[in-house]
């Protein structure tokens, strides 16, 4: 079992739409949660992090975690085109090492 | 700002050569991190600098692998003897003191051994 898993995708969904991307982490001691976004060919941008269950939004971001199912998602309301790009889940277990997922494809379909 | 800078953007070389990778990380960062990122997979972490530090290594995945940071700036990463499975796009980040999570990637350079 990897450490931190995602569907690789694609998820396809129409502009406008909200795209649900999901991510689970086997390290009940996992402290904080991360989502980067990385466009094709290009290096990994920090979207948001998250440390406790519940929602955190961002504008049109909302990371949600759930501790005791071991599961972060990220929720990107009113997708745009641009939005196209694969995100990537990473866990920190307090220490400087972050684990990343493989992560999801998401392509918004104009 | 400047953002974090890598050099060669492109690296192709034949198998058994060594390579030198270069990161430029933002200035005052005091963390440093690089990763492996081959096709279709995660980042893979390789080695953490922290401050003068000793950095931690046990994410290089063969003795093959070395790095260093000169004067708590710039870092090299080093691989001898390439092999084909070593072929990735290499990834430095930086992040401030106490900030971690504010990893500042780099572009990568991308490696291709023939």
């Known amino acids: 079992q990897k450490e931190v898993e995602q569907n690789s995708g694609p998820l396809s969904v129409p502009e406008g739409a909200i795209a649900s991307l999901n991510c689970t982490y086997s390290?009940?001691?996992?402290?904080?949660f991360f989502w980067y976004r990385q466009y094709s060919g290009k290096s990994p941008e920090l979207i948001m992090f998250?440390?406790?269950?519940g929602d955190k939004e961002d504008g049109r971001f909302t990371a949600q975690l759930n501790k005791a199912s071991q599961y972060v998602s990220l929720l990107i309301r009113d997708s745009q085109p641009s939005d196209s790009a694969t995100y990537l889940c990473?866990?920190?277990?307090?220490?400087?090492?972050?684990?990343f997922g493989t992560g999801t494809r998401l392509k918004v379909l104009a | 700002g400047a953002g974090v800078s890598q050099s060669p953007s492109n690296k192709v070389t034949e198998k058994g050569k060594d390579v030198e990778l270069r990161c430029d990380p933002i200035?005052?960062?005091?963390?440093l991190y690089w990763y492996r990122q081959s096709l279709g997979q995660g980042l893979e972490f390789l080695i953490y600098?922290?401050?003068?530090?000793?950095?931690?290594k046990s994410g290089l995945p063969s003795d093959r692998f070395s790095a260093e940071r000169t004067g708590g700036s710039v870092s090299t990463l080093t691989i001898q003897r390439t092999q084909q499975e070593d072929s990735a796009v290499y990834l430095c980040?930086?992040?401030?003191?106490?900030?971690?999570?504010?990893?500042?990637f780099g572009p990568g350079t991308r490696l291709t051994v023939t």
């Open positions: 980040a930086s992040s401030p003191r106490g900030r971690g999570y504010e990893q500042y």
């Open positions: 390290d009940r001691g996992s402290q904080s």
């Open positions: 998250i440390y406790s269950n």
């Open positions: 990473a866990v920190n277990r307090g220490t400087y090492k972050y684990i």
């Open positions: 200035s005052g960062h005091t963390a």
């Open positions: 600098f922290q401050g003068n530090s000793a950095p931690d």
